[in-house]
């Protein structure tokens, strides 16, 4: 809900804080071409490591009849900036997902794509694109973003995640991560049990609302002051809140454990 000036501030301001601490990923979210070329050679300017592109929205009304439109997008995006891209795999009843064939078309075309937020939403589909990424030329990383079913997911080969959930639950993601890549089902099934409260407390209908409960969730663990929308974005009301609240003590999350080693 940022207009585009709030957007490159994002930028700044994340800049500014993390400095190099961390890797900065700058999302790629306008419906004009011309626009998202500006946001990617600002990103590259300020520092930035990586781009997170999404599909224009209007695309819901047939893009995948039409590849050349996100062909055109990427080209835009790619002839200003050198910085390695994350693809957004929508779901595929959002009508803004790539069919494989164009998906893998993309990643041949394209070599500064380097990974895929998947969110295909089914299973099948998940798995074989997993699998023929992997198999390109030059491999892709499929970063699950199937943050309801995580452990399933990341069972079927991803590289790794990119879930919003990570903005409270980032230290059970990771550790959930590393069991799987160490094949120890039992922590991760261990680890997946404390992480299935807060894919209710988040992600239960309507779905639009997941990034507003995980503000309201970072108040009530200490994280935050307050908790803040943008319209039309409503703030959940204060039974959904004592939702949340009970949800997140039955993951054992307060503010004294949520940064706590897990595994």
């Known amino acids: ?22 890797p900065t990923i700058v999302g790629v979210y306008t419906n ?16 930035a490591d990586a781009l997170l592109v999404f599909p224009p929205d209007f695309m819901t009304l047939g893009g995948y009849l ?12 790619t002839d ?6 994350i693809l957004f795999q929508y779901p595929l009843a ?17 070599p500064s794509i380097v990974a895929i937020k998947d969110q295909c939403g089914d299973g099948n589909l998940h798995e074989r694109q997993i699998r023929e990424l992997k198999a390109l030329d030059r491999p892709v ?13 990341l069972a079927l080969g991803c590289d790794g995640l990119l879930s919003g959930a990570g903005s409270v639950i980032a230290s059970l993601q990771v550790a959930l991560y590393r069991a799987v890549q160490a094949n120890d089902l039992k922590t991760a099934k261990a680890i997946n049990d404390r992480i299935y409260p807060t894919v209710r407390a988040f992600y239960d209908a309507p779905l639009l609302d997941m990034h507003n409960r995980m503000k309201e969730a970072l ?21 959904e809140i004592e ?14 454990t949520l940064y706590r080693k897990v595994a």
């Open 1 to 22: 809900a940022l207009i585009i000036d709030e957007q490159y501030r994002a930028i700044v301001v994340t800049k500014d804080v993390l400095q190099d601490q961390v």
């Open 32 to 47: 004009s071409s011309l626009e998202a070329a500006r946001i990617a050679a600002y990103a590259q300017r300020e520092g």
């Open 66 to 77: 039409r590849p050349e439109m996100i062909v055109e997008h990427l080209k835009r995006i």
């Open 80 to 85: 200003a900036s050198n910085l390695p891209i």
């Open 94 to 110: 959002s009508n803004l997902a790539y069919p494989l064939p164009t998906l893998l078309e993309l990643c041949r075309r394209f």
């Open 141 to 153: 990383n499929t970063l699950t973003t199937h943050s309801a079913w995580l452990l399933g997911s």
């Open 219 to 239: 108040v009530l663990l200490g994280r935050l002051d307050e908790a803040h929308v943008r319209p039309p974005l409503m703030k959940p009301g204060p039974a």
């Open 243 to 256: 939702k949340i609240r009970g949800l997140l003590a039955a993951a054992g999350l307060s503010a004294e």
